[in-house]
């Protein structure tokens, strides 16, 4: 597998920062499995036949985590688990968790060795990440630990999916576990569900917002950088002027924080090219770029 191949693993936020708000879940099978305490390393067959190990977000992991990953038993056991796949045209993406002997929490007890854990794998050739079920038949026949099972689960509505979610922190607090991982393999929908994270009010729907319309001089200002930009000799072409116009105007109503401007068309046509030239606006321009 090249480098550019290499998939960093997804980003999980809570239910309620899902796009829709968890309502996607409803009526799917979830697979909740426990949330290890330690750092995200992922190990995959480079072409030359070496071991890849990646970090979260970096293809090639920092030396210092990678130490720590050969130092396991499950560095040579992933190797073998890949290179065999491989044999058989399937190609993968192996993705665990380095559990150090204190992790970054320290919500877990204190462990006596190192241990990389897999809690799932990306198929290379489908694009999308197996089962539970297949994730734990390579975990189980390469002798790889695997994170365990805390529920299965069909949600049928919000506050049954919700009640759920609060029951399983508690099993969380119980057993010492930063929090669940909760997977709809079918859509390929994943979440999170931390203990350490506060519980917050569900905001109401955001207000629309009324900014202030842009005043005169800031409506100036946005035509001379465009005219500026597009000069003298093709200000009065419509397609060329107005697109570089429209730039300046949203430019101008971003930076300041004006509301969008609606009759852009009727100030380029009205405004007087002279008003535009550098010579009448020289003292205006020194006093703005300062």
Request: glycine share 4%.
């Amino acid at each position: 597998m090249l480098e550019e191949n290499w998939n960093t693993y997804k980003d999980l936020e809570p239910i309620r920062r899902l796009r829709n708000e968890g309502r996607e879940l409803l009526g799917k099978t979830l697979t909740l499995t426990e949330k290890r305490d330690g750092e995200n390393v992922s190990t995959w067959l480079k072409p030359t036949g070496e071991l890849g190990v990646s970090s979260h977000n970096l293809c090639e992991a920092s030396p210092d985590i990678i130490n720590r990953f050969k130092a396991t038993k499950e560095y040579n056991k992933a190797k073998i688990l890949l290179e065999t796949e491989l044999t058989f045209h399937h190609e993968y993406i192996l993705y665990g968790e380095l559990i150090k002997e204190v992790g970054p929490t320290r919500i877990e007890p204190r462990h006596k060795k190192i241990q990389w854990i897999l809690f799932d794998a990306w198929d290379c050739e489908l694009k999308r990440y197996v089962s539970y079920t297949q994730l734990y038949q390579m975990a189980y026949h390469y002798k790889i630990p695997v994170v365990k099972v805390v529920d299965f689960f069909i949600p049928t509505n919000e506050e049954e999916l919700f009640a759920k979610i609060e029951a399983l922190k508690k099993w969380c607090k119980r057993h010492r576990r930063e929090g669940i991982v909760g997977k709809d393999y079918d859509n390929q929908v994943f979440f999170k569900e931390k203990i350490d994270l506060p519980k917050l009010p569900k905001l109401p729907r955001q207000p629309q917002v009324t900014l202030p319309s842009m005043p005169q001089e800031k409506r100036i200002r946005a035509l001379q950088h465009a005219f500026d930009e597009v000069g003298e000799a093709n200000w009065k072409d419509t397609k060329i002027a107005m697109p570089i116009v429209a730039k300046h105007f949203s430019v101008e109503a971003k930076e300041h924080n004006y509301g969008p401007v609606k009759d852009m068309y009727q100030l380029w046509v009205n405004t007087p090219i002279e008003q535009l030239k550098p010579h009448f606006t020289s003292e205006k321009k020194e006093s703005v770029h300062t």
